[in-house]
Structure formats: structure tokens, C-alpha cells
């Protein structure tokens, strides 16, 4: 009686070749998994900062351990004259309210011009402030840009505007409006004038170089625009996604 084929066993190049691919399989799931909890984290640190205030930045770190001493003091939105936030919004970020955290006119019209000025919307800015360092490279501005997508998507308006008036940079090692406020001028964050406003407003570019209270002509003219800019933004309701609505 004849006997049945025995089965033959897999060649050595094709166990080496199974068992690579095994290898490979384990190591690619292993760095998904690792690569889907960062994410997970960052969007979980990001949705809990829509309630919880931030209590420190990197930038705060490193003039800290400059200088020995930084003031950051929160203050609500609510609680600030709404002349701020209109005016920084006229400085920095006219389109704050119609654009989804990056203004690409603007960017368009700095790359004509060869340079960065004026591109950084204010959501970039909370981005880079809150979660990011200082830099110029493209692996932190590819940083900024995912960060600056989640805090328009799980952050409103408010919020982001609310956030980047308290951990902006205002002098050296002086962080948010309401130590800058009573610094510069004599009142308190609410009852700030828009002319005021816009004085503070002006010196966010550099703010280790200018002073509110000593602007060079140029930056007084500027100023003035700025004080203009924030009324027209306030009467064509461009500025409705911040500003309290009034009670009827």
C-alpha cells in the first residue's frame, strides 16, 4: 500500500520571512499605540484648558529663570474693559472673527513681501504661547499649526481671546493684561479707554523694545489707527464672537 505525501515543512527563507513580517507587524502597532495616547494626551490637555486657566507657559520659565522674577496675574474676559480685546484685535488680528485660526490673505500678502510680519494670527500666537517655545524652525511652526487647529476646534473665540490677553508677553517678565494695565496707566483693567487700549495694543510686537508710555511719532500714529480700527470692528460687528452682547 502506497503511502500518503508527507507535508513538506516550510524552507528556513520562509520562516526568516514570515518571522520578519511578525517583527515588523509588533513594531509598527507598538509605535501606533504610542503615537495615538501623545495624541490622545495633547487633545485632552487641550479640551481641559477651555475651563482650567493656564498657570505657567514655557516663555514664563525662561524669563523666570533670567531674570528671578516673572507677574502673571489672570484676569477674566469679562472683566476687562472690552476696549482691550478690541484693540489688540484691530493690532494683531482684524480677521480674528471670520477666519479658522489662520488668516491666509495675510499670509499671502506677507510671502509678497518677503516677510512674517502680520501673519501670525492670534490663535497662533495662544498656540505657540501656551503650548509651544520661541522659534523660528519649521518643525515648531508645524507644531503651532496643529496646535492652533485644536484650540479653534475645542476652544471658542472667546476663549482663545481670553487666553492670549493673560500670557502675552507685555514687558520683561511681565505676562497678561491686568499687571500691565495698572503698570502703564493709572486705572484698573476695566475701566481702560480705547486710546489706551490701543497704546498697550502697539507694543505687542516687541514688547522688550516699546513702552506705552514713551512711542516714538511713528507708533503714536500707529496708535491712533489702531483706536480707529477697533471702533470700525465693534460697529460692523466683526468683533461680536468676543465682545459681550448687551443685555436687552
Not at 484691530?90 to 477666519?99: G, P, V, W
Not at 489706551?196 to 507694543?203: G, K, T
Request: charged residues 20%.
Amino acid at each position: 500500500m502506497a503511502r500518503p505525501p508527507r507535508n513538506k515543512s516550510p524552507s528556513k527563507p520562509a520562516k526568516i520571512t514570515f518571522w520578519l513580517q511578525r517583527l515588523i507587524y509588533w513594531i509598527l502597532r507598538g509605535y501606533l499605540k504610542f503615537w495615538t495616547a501623545v495624541f490622545l494626551f495633547i487633545v485632552s490637555v487641550v479640551f481641559m484648558l477651555n475651563w482650567v486657566n493656564p498657570p505657567i507657559t514655557y516663555l514664563m520659565v525662561t524669563e523666570y529663570q533670567r531674570l528671578g522674577t516673572v507677574a502673571y496675574r489672570w484676569r477674566d474676559l469679562e472683566d476687562m474693559s472690552p476696549n482691550i480685546p478690541l484693540a489688540v484685535a484691530a493690532a494683531e488680528d482684524a480677521n480674528f472673527c471670520a477666519h479658522n485660526g489662520f488668516d491666509f490673505d495675510a499670509i499671502e500678502a506677507a510671502l509678497e513681501e518677503g516677510s512674517g510680519r502680520g501673519a501670525s494670527t492670534i490663535s497662533q500666537q495662544v498656540a505657540k504661547n501656551v503650548f509651544l517655545w520661541p522659534g523660528r524652525s519649521w518643525w515648531r511652526k508645524g507644531f503651532e499649526a496643529g496646535f492652533t487647529v485644536l484650540i479653534e476646534a475645542l476652544w471658542s473665540k472667546r476663549r482663545i481671546m481670553e487666553v492670549y490677553l493673560n500670557v502675552a508677553e507685555m514687558d520683561e517678565g511681565v505676562f497678561g493684561v491686568d499687571i500691565a494695565v495698572p503698570k502703564y496707566f493709572r486705572t484698573g483693567t476695566q475701566s481702560l479707554r480705547l486710546a489706551d487700549a490701543a497704546r498697550l495694543a502697539v507694543i505687542l510686537p516687541n514688547p522688550r523694545g516699546r513702552s506705552p508710555r514713551n512711542l516714538t511719532g511713528r507708533l503714536q500714529r500707529r496708535a491712533s489707527r489702531i483706536a480707529i480700527g477697533g471702533s470700525t470692528l465693534r460697529a460692523e460687528g466683526r468683533a461680536d464672537c468676543f465682545l459681550d452682547k448687551p443685555t436687552p
